[in-house]
T-cell receptor
Framework: KAGVTQTPRYLIKTRGQQVTLSCSPI?????VSWYQQTPGQGLQFLFE???????NKGNFPGRFSGRQFSNSRSEMNVSTLELGDSALYLC????????????FGPGTRLTVL | AQSVTQLDSQVPVFEEAPVELRCNYS??????LFWYVQYPNQGLQLLLK??????LVESINGFEAEFNKSQTSFHLRKPSVHISDTAEYFC???????????FGKGTRLHILP
């Protein structure tokens, strides 16, 4: 079974631009979660989608948004990029309950100049 | 609400020495517990998990963790570390009543030659 894939792996943008990151979950997994990882803040939860609906959301501004398609693939979008958005963005998929074990992709490294 | 505390942000240890990475959780219901490992420039990988049954769980590369309900802990141990164990380790908790999984802030394991 193929693992979680994320595209692109690396991205360089400038302040004010927007960016879209993509995540393809493991086949059969309906839950997709997004995390931001930075050296200063560690691993922070952005949001989770389950069957095309946002089910949980972290404490990030509205510039961060996401969606999930009927095939469970997910995208996250960041608008009006700021220097502080530079981070590793990780996607994880899961079957959901009962134990919500997360399977992570390799991440997208976003650099904002 | 559930929470996870990893008491040490960094742990230096000499090669072939034993190591313990501490994890304490808070929850009012029965929990599932996980340890994930992140090698440099990679996503997180599941190291081991406690779902039910034996409170001592082991990984294929020599790590083990013990679920201690009375002390609400799930510490990770290895009797003899190798340079290849250099990584960041994350503890996580969830339950069968909650679709959220909560991650600790991570512990960076430095292996000294």
């Amino acid at each position: 079974k193929a693992g979680v894939t994320q595209t692109p792996r690396y991205l360089i943008k400038t302040r004010g631009q927007q960016v879209t990151l993509s995540c393809s979950p493991i086949s059969g997994h309906r839950s997709v979660s997004w995390y931001q990882q930075t050296p200063g803040q560690g691993l922070q939860f952005l949001f989770e989608y389950f069957s095309e609906t946002q089910r949980n959301k972290g404490n990030f501004p509205g510039r961060f948004s996401g969606r999930q398609f009927s095939n469970s693939r997910s995208e996250m979008n960041v608008s009006t990029l700021e220097l502080g958005d530079s981070a590793l963005y990780l996607c994880a998929s899961s079957l959901g309950l009962p134990n919500n074990e997360q399977f992570f992709g390799p991440g997208t490294r976003l650099t904002v100049l | 609400a559930q929470s996870v505390t990893q008491l040490d942000s960094q742990v230096p240890v000499f090669e072939e020495a034993p190591v313990e990475l501490r994890c304490n959780y808070s929850s009012s219901v029965s929990v599932y517990l996980f340890w994930y490992v992140q090698y440099p420039n990679q996503g997180l990988q599941l190291l081991l998990k406690y779902l039910s049954g034996s409170t001592l769980v082991e990984s294929i590369n020599g790590f083990e963790a013990e679920f201690n309900k009375s002390q609400t802990s799930f510490h990770l141990r290895k009797p003899s570390v190798h340079i290849s164990d250099t990584a960041e380790y994350f503890c996580a908790v969830t339950s069968n009543r909650d679709d959220k999984i909560i991650f600790g802030k991570g512990t960076r394991l430095h292996i000294l030659p």
